[in-house]
């Protein structure tokens, strides 16, 4: 089955500086990679999400790239700001409805002012 | 997600007794999954369901039950086999043909 890995576990950043969670997967036959962002004892909310058919994608500060080759997939927030401190997972599938998401074990970003 | 309703918000489970988490969605999504998280952990896969009566075992399905009787439900029962139940609970749904997840408000399950 596919197995995701998520680096850091922890990042601390001042504000305005980027911050970079990086993934990778393991089965080659996965297209889809999302992002999801988790605040304490919230809900994960999808925050970006990227297909094998891209790349790059964009949204406004954060931007996700792919690396099919390499099998690997990172987030890129510039910018940024107090309120982008929680945890953020990646998790990668394939294609389809109704398919398994596989999820990375979390990075905790904690933007300091 | 706003479609995802989770209840109870929080639940207490003695020792040897089943516990049933609610999951309900109006969003005409045809498939549902629950996900178990440990405190500093990521998301671990239950049970899912792509359709109205069939289901599979996830990653982690011992010591767990669920039924998909309705499109709308997909209930996950906690049962007294699993030792382990504390941890957060996580619905989730998906489209016929999008693979993106929307989850739940969660449900939170502590043992007396």
């Known amino acids: 089955g596919e197995n995701v890995e998520q680096h850091p576990s922890t990042l601390s950043v001042q504000e305005g500086d980027s911050a970079v969670i990086k993934c990778t997967y393991s089965d080659s036959a996965s297209n889809y990679f999302p992002w999801y962002k988790q605040e304490l004892g919230k809900r994960p909310q999808l925050i970006i999400d990227?297909?094998?058919?891209?790349g790059e994608k964009k949204d406004q500060r954060i931007a996700v790239t792919l690396n099919k080759t390499a099998k690997h997939f990172s987030l890129h927030i510039t910018e940024t700001q107090p309120e982008d401190s929680a945890v953020y997972f990646c998790a990668a599938s394939r294609a389809g409805g109704g398919n398994k998401l596989t999820f990375g074990t979390g990075t905790q970003l904690k933007v300091e002012l | 997600d706003g479609g995802i309703t989770q209840s109870p918000k929080y639940l207490f489970r003695k020792e040897g007794q089943n516990v049933t988490l609610s999951c309900e969605q109006n969003l005409n999504h045809d498939a549902m999954y629950w996900y178990r998280q440990d405190p500093g952990q990521g998301l671990r896969l239950i049970y899912y369901s792509q359709i109205v009566n069939d289901f599979q075992k996830g990653d982690i399905a011992e010591g767990y039950s669920v039924s998909r009787e309705k499109k709308e439900s997909f209930p996950l029962t906690v049962t007294s086999a699993q030792k382990n139940p504390t941890a957060f609970y996580l619905c989730a749904t998906s489209g016929q043909r999008v693979e993106t997840q929307y989850f739940g408000p969660g449900t939170r399950l502590l043992v007396l």
């Open positions: 990227i297909r094998s058919n891209v």
